[in-house]
């Protein structure tokens, strides 16, 4: 059953309320059952670590409605093991990846009038979250801890068909520090990035593409996304400590692969941009965003790659859409198929 006078073409990419949502605590040293409400706010101590310290993470994954009527979620064990990695990352509670999973389909099959039809564009995005609620003042780790998931239709993220963005190099301003939090997914990554984001937003760009806080030579990550670029039947995306493994960056290296590219995790230096036949950052939520035109704020190098999507990023995106799906085998065992 799915939603009734619901414009699914008018979708966005923010929340809307659905039923219910999943719940676990963590205090005196254990993990509750899982808890379903429809209760959307959280009830937290004003000295919760979570609020002061910083002390909370998150995962985004996506549930698809595919061209068989079944719905899969994309990935949900890579989330899980994700979601352990930053939680070990801020000395929180680990849970097991089956209570995560549990917790995902269950948020899933409970919402299943949320999910939009195939052939909207729009699908079920999942976000699990975790804040450390020990009360105190003192910064230690929390020992006590919240992971809710929960859920919201989201429309097609590109409304007209993929369009190359604009996108701009900020040298003044760092996105994560070397052997810092780059590498997990917390959200004061995310905080850092809002002031050069908002300065690149005022002068036109879309996105803003971050380089390396120790040398500012080499490129990390482009705005919320992994960069990747297309030159010599290569797929090149940068390998750092300090960049977030993306789940879709992973998907797309090995189809790559299935197309007989060849694949690097290598430092990409800034002059290589020059040389790149196409270029853009992936991720969840848009699969691939295809770049336009990189602008350096401080050098002021433009480095252009034309307004029409590269052969090879489409068909990337085709490829991992088809799978998303179900209209194309899913051979690599990505795929829950939940009901």
Same mark, same amino acid.
């Given at each position: 059953?799915?939603?009734?006078?619901?414009?699914?073409?008018?979708?966005?990419?923010?929340?809307?309320?659905?039923?219910?949502?999943?719940?676990?605590?963590?205090?005196?040293?254990?993990?509750?059952?899982?808890?379903?409400?429809?209760?959307?706010?959280?009830?937290?101590?004003?000295?919760?670590?979570?609020?002061?310290?910083?002390?909370?993470?998150?995962?985004?994954?996506?549930?698809?409605?595919?061209?068989?009527?079944?719905?899969?979620?994309?990935?949900?064990?890579?989330?899980?093991?994700?979601?352990?990695?930053?939680?070990?990352?801020?000395?929180?509670?680990?849970?097991?990846?089956?209570?995560?999973?549990?917790?995902?389909?269950?948020?899933?099959?409970?919402?299943?009038?949320?999910?939009?039809?195939?052939?909207?564009?729009?699908?079920?995005?999942?976000?699990?979250?975790?804040?450390?609620?020990?009360?105190?003042?003192?910064?230690?780790?929390?020992? &006590? +801890?919240?992971?809710?998931? /929960?859920?919201?239709?989201? %429309? =097609?993220?590109?409304?007209? @068909? *993929? !369009?190359?963005?604009?996108?701009?190099?900020?040298?003044?301003?760092?996105?994560?520090?070397?052997?810092?939090?780059?590498?997990?997914?917390?959200?004061?990554?995310?905080?850092?990035?809002?002031?050069?984001?908002?300065?690149?937003?005022?002068?036109?760009?879309?996105?803003?593409?971050?380089? &390396? +806080?120790?040398?500012?030579? /080499?490129?990390?990550?482009? %705005? =919320?996304?992994?960069?990747? @670029? *297309? !030159?010599?039947?290569?797929?090149?995306?940068?390998?750092?400590?300090?960049?977030?493994?993306?789940?879709?960056?992973?998907?797309?290296?090995?189809?790559?692969?299935?197309?007989?590219?060849?694949?690097?995790?290598?430092?990409?230096?800034?002059?290589?941009?020059?040389?790149?036949?196409?270029?853009?950052?992936?991720?969840?939520?848009?699969?691939?965003?295809?770049?336009?035109?990189?602008?350096?704020?401080?050098?002021?190098?433009?480095?252009?790659?034309?307004?029409?999507?590269?052969?090879?990023?489409?068909?990337?995106?085709?490829?991992?859409?088809?799978?998303?799906?179900?209209?194309?085998?899913?051979?690599?065992?990505?795929?829950?198929?939940?009901?």
């Amino acid at each position: 059953m799915v939603m009734e006078k619901t414009d699914w073409s008018a979708l966005g990419f923010d929340y809307r309320k659905t039923d219910v949502n999943a719940r676990y605590t963590f205090t005196d040293g254990k993990w509750s059952e899982m808890e379903i409400t429809e209760d959307e706010y959280i009830r937290m101590h004003m000295s919760a670590s979570c609020l002061h310290y910083g002390i909370e993470l998150f995962e985004g994954l996506k549930a698809f409605r595919g061209v068989d009527g079944k719905v899969r979620l994309f990935r949900v064990e890579d989330n899980a093991r994700r979601l352990q990695s930053s939680a070990e990352r801020l000395c929180l509670p680990v849970p097991t990846i089956d209570m995560i999973v549990d917790a995902c389909i269950e948020v899933v099959k409970r919402n299943e009038r949320h999910i939009p039809p195939y052939g909207t564009g729009a699908s079920l995005y999942l976000r699990p979250v975790m804040f450390g609620t020990t009360v105190g003042l003192g910064v230690k780790p929390a020992k &006590d +801890a919240l992971l809710i998931v /929960y859920c919201s239709p989201v %429309g =097609a993220y590109f409304k007209s @068909g *993929i !369009k190359p963005m604009p996108v701009a190099i900020d040298r003044e301003q760092d996105r994560a520090a070397p052997r810092g939090t780059g590498d997990v997914k917390v959200g004061g990554n995310y905080a850092a990035s809002l002031l050069s984001g908002e300065k690149g937003h005022s002068l036109g760009y879309s996105n803003i593409m971050y380089l &390396d +806080a120790a040398e500012h030579k /080499y490129i990390e990550e482009c %705005g =919320a996304c992994n960069f990747f @670029g *297309i !030159k010599e039947g290569k797929y090149i995306t940068p390998k750092s400590p300090s960049v977030l493994p993306s789940i879709t960056n992973k998907s797309l290296r090995q189809l790559a692969r299935d197309m007989g590219l060849e694949v690097e995790d290598r430092r990409i230096p800034v002059e290589e941009l020059p040389t790149f036949e196409e270029c853009g950052g992936c991720g969840t939520a848009a699969v691939i965003t295809p770049i336009g035109k990189i602008f350096d704020m401080q050098t002021n190098a433009v480095y252009e790659y034309g307004s029409e999507v590269g052969k090879v990023s489409m068909e990337l995106y085709t490829r991992l859409q088809d799978i998303q799906y179900g209209r194309a085998e899913d051979i690599h065992g990505w795929c829950t198929i939940v009901m």
